[in-house]
């Protein structure tokens, strides 16, 4: 049974540049959430997803953007790369909108962005 | 909105020793908590949660307390070995957006053989 998978897994970019990031949720699966976590630091929420609307969104710039498509993966881009970009970006499915429900959020292994 | 504050940073103690990781959170409308551990490269997983209708779950050597009336859960690890080496988060729900989780800043425990 296949878990969250994301692609690709490592990814060098320069300033200016921008990145489209990847994710399969869990079979069934209808809720995908992304997540950016800094060297050091907790993951920090960027975006929900439920049926292909958006459902929540935290505090990011505009550069980031997301959306899902029907067979409920999603991609995270980010426009215009900062050197601050740099991080892990993770992305989480759950089976409804977690964790306001009783579902639980289940993450992938995530894509270490670089931004030179 | 939610802020969730962990402690320590950092935690080493002796293999068989228990270790306690404490939080705080600001949203007194917060009402579930999750705790992940992370290994060296690899995805957050789930250990163990609870919701503030319950002050205590327990799974195996993993405990969790809560008291609402402080803001404040804990992480209890009993017995520990070797393996439970990772970066710890504690987490809450941010009831102004109830998709968002709010980590905390994460707690680096080291078990000492």
């Known amino acids: 049974d296949a878990g969250v998978t994301q692609s690709p897994t490592h990814l060098i970019k320069t300033r200016g540049q921008h990145v489209t990031l990847r994710c399969s949720p869990i079979s069934g699966h209808k809720s995908v959430s992304w997540y950016q976590q800094v060297l050091g630091q907790g993951p920090q929420f960027i975006f929900q997803y439920y049926e292909k609307e958006e459902r929540g969104r935290g505090n990011f710039p505009d550069r980031f953007s997301a959306r899902q498509f029907p067979n409920y993966s999603s991609e995270l881009n980010v426009n215009a790369l900062l050197l601050g970009d740099s991080a892990l970006y993770l992305c989480?499915?759950?089976?409804?909108?977690?964790?306001?429900?009783?579902?639980?959020?289940?993450f992938g292994s995530g894509t270490q962005l670089s931004v030179l | 909105g939610e802020n969730v504050e962990q402690h320590p940073s950092t935690l080493s103690v002796q293999e068989g020793d228990s270790a306690v990781i404490k939080c705080t959170y600001s949203d007194s409308a917060s009402n579930y908590f999750p705790w992940y551990k992370q290994e060296l490269g690899k995805r957050p997983q789930l250990i163990i949660d609870?919701?503030?209708?319950?002050g205590e779950k327990k799974d195996q050597r993993i405990a969790v307390t809560l008291n609402k009336t402080a803001k404040h859960f804990s992480l209890h690890i009993t017995e520990t070995q070797p393996e439970d080496s990772a970066v710890y988060f504690c987490?809450?729900?941010?009831?102004?957006?109830?998709?968002?989780?709010?980590f905390g800043s994460g707690t680096r425990l080291s078990i000492r053989p």
């Open positions: 989480a499915s759950s089976s409804g909108t977690a964790p306001a429900t009783n579902e639980k959020l289940f």
């Open positions: 987490a809450a729900t941010d009831y102004s957006s109830a998709s968002k989780i709010i």
């Open positions: 609870i919701r503030s209708n319950v």
